[in-house]
């Protein structure tokens, strides 16, 4: 089985997954993020290069205080639970999105996580915290307007590297696979300018029913697709 480099996930169904349970919400985001920590385990396991998760996108701040009160709470505990674990198994992690707007200690955890990892070599874990698609584009836009500006680069000069570097993902291939459970056949926002030419796949599991399998069967069904990029292939196809 040829895994693919990059993986990204929407981690969709939480909500759904506790409702179906006659649990409350936050349920379904306990239990995704222990999910959320096995998935980190076998894609390594499995010599995934890089996994980017999508845990939290700038407009979830919109859902009820209380779910948004309990999903911090989830982050901050997990980051208390599993930064150690993570960085002694070789993990880097890298945080996209605007951490500015969580609270301090998370913050500080945030960026302990990402300094203590650094100099790791095994997978490359991207966690979408905060995170909008547009926004990083428009972030990225007034980085270049800034080299422009202070003369370093000039108009001319713009060219897709200079805007995949001014991106997040700067110097991190673009994603191979986009997996979105709990079926729903969206992007919400999510990589927009990195998915120019990513398989999709979605799968009806819920994100907290996520397991091994689902990664596999999502793999699977990677490998017989026929990437072209826009061109044919040798065989004239
Ligand atoms: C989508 O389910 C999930 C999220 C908005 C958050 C993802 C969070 C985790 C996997 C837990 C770890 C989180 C952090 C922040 C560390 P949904 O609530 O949209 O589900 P629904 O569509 O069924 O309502």
Not at 29 to 46: C, D, M, Q, Y
Not at 112 to 139: F, H, P, Q
Request: with cysteine; charged share 30%.
């Amino acid at each position: 089985m040829n895994v693919p480099k990059h993986i990204a996930i929407i981690m969709d169904g939480n909500g759904r997954w506790a409702k179906k349970r006659f649990l409350p919400r936050i349920a379904g985001h306990i239990k995704g993020a222990e999910v959320l920590r096995k998935t980190v385990r076998f894609s390594g396991e499995l010599g995934l290069e890089y996994l980017t998760l999508y845990a939290f996108s700038e407009d979830n701040w919109k859902r009820p205080e209380e779910e948004v009160q309990g999903l911090i709470t989830i982050l901050r505990n997990f980051l208390a639970e599993n930064t150690k674990e993570m960085v002694q198994n070789n993990v880097r992690v890298n945080i996209f999105g605007h951490i500015e707007d969580w609270p301090k200690d998370i913050q500080e955890a945030l960026r302990k996580i990402c300094d203590m990892s650094r100099s790791n070599t095994g997978i490359v874990l991207n966690v979408a915290l905060n995170y909008g698609g547009r926004t990083e584009i428009v972030d990225a836009v007034k980085k270049i307007a800034g080299q422009v500006k202070d003369g370093l680069i000039s108009v001319e000069d713009i060219n897709e590297r200079i805007v995949s570097d001014a991106m997040y993902t700067a110097g991190i291939p673009d994603p191979d696979l986009l997996i979105r459970t709990s079926g729903e056949m969206r992007i919400s926002d999510f990589l927009l300018w990195q998915i120019s030419y990513t398989e999709i796949f979605v799968t009806k599991t819920f994100w907290p029913d996520f397991s091994k399998k689902d990664m596999l069967e999502a793999i699977e069904d990677y490998n017989k697709r026929e990437r072209r990029f826009g061109g044919i292939l040798s065989s004239g196809k």
